[in-house]
């Protein structure tokens, strides 16, 4: 979570040591169980507005039901920059043990550069301030693949993303392709690439995330053109993980891989 979100939540749990509460009793008081109440206090999962509605029913005098108190305020407020389902899914990609990126259109998120990402952001839709925080909170998820322990991370490109313009601005996708280059010689990052020798396969229809959890069980994101939504459904999770089995079968090998990055790398100039 952004350093915003981390306020939240450090004011969540200033709010439980101030009424003198353990986790349990928080969770009882709330609805929520101990270790829900523990996921959110450390960071595992997001607080999402269900939770902070009840936290402000039971704790906040002043709290309107239908509106809320000062938790639903400050997370409605942080919804313009992230909106919740997005807060989930950094929630769950935090605590990933292994996740599993398909891209047919662009560079995965956090494999981006500062200018990559403002550039695809700037597509007339956002303001400059959101844009501005959107390509910040973008940048700071990057911390999993970087940090001392991090996560790994396996991501299958269609050759096309190596081959698209942005705004027509060579030197940024030469940037981009040289940090893909430095990305994929890390030992936890794999970066795969199909061909055009594939034609049509599946995947073709859309991107997707799979998140492995501490627990084993996966977790998925979908990105669509209205919005993004996170699947858990068994039945849904079953269909993608079979998609992303035939979409890394079609992928060149990871040594293969990175000499064509490289050669990609050659033509932005």
Avoid: C
């Amino acid at each position: 979570m952004g350093s915003v979100m981390d306020y939240v939540v450090m004011e969540l749990r200033l709010l439980r040591a101030t009424l003198g509460l353990s986790q349990e009793d928080f969770g009882r008081t709330i609805g929520y169980s101990a270790s829900h109440v523990s996921s959110v206090e450390t960071g595992g999962r997001p607080p999402t507005i269900d939770y902070v509605m009840a936290v402000d029913r039971a704790h906040d005098p002043a709290s309107d039901r239908q509106k809320g108190g000062r938790f639903t305020r400050m997370l409605r407020e942080l919804s313009k920059v992230d909106p919740e389902w997005l807060r989930e899914w950094i929630g769950l990609e935090r605590e990933a043990t292994l996740l599993r990126w398909y891209e047919p259109a662009y560079v995965p998120g956090l494999l981006q550069t500062e200018a990559y990402a403002r550039a695809t952001l700037a597509d007339g839709l956002l303001l400059p301030n959101e844009i501005e925080q959107r390509v910040a909170s973008r940048l700071e998820r990057q911390a999993i693949v970087t940090r001392d322990a991090p996560t790994p991370l396996v991501a299958v490109l269609d050759v096309m993303v190596l081959r698209r313009q942005i705004n027509g601005h060579a030197s940024v996708m030469r940037e981009q392709i040289d940090h893909l280059v430095k990305m994929a010689e890390l030992p936890h990052v794999q970066i795969l690439v199909v061909t055009d020798d594939a034609g049509v396969y599946p995947g073709l229809q859309g991107g997707f995330i799979l998140a492995t959890l501490g627990d084993g069980s996966v977790a998925a994101h979908l990105d669509h053109q209205v919005r993004a939504q996170v699947v858990n459904g068994a039945d849904d999770l079953a269909t993608l993980q079979r998609t992303w089995e035939s979409i890394r079968g079609e992928a060149l090998p990871r040594r293969q891989s990175l000499d064509l990055i490289k050669e990609a790398a050659q033509t932005w100039t």
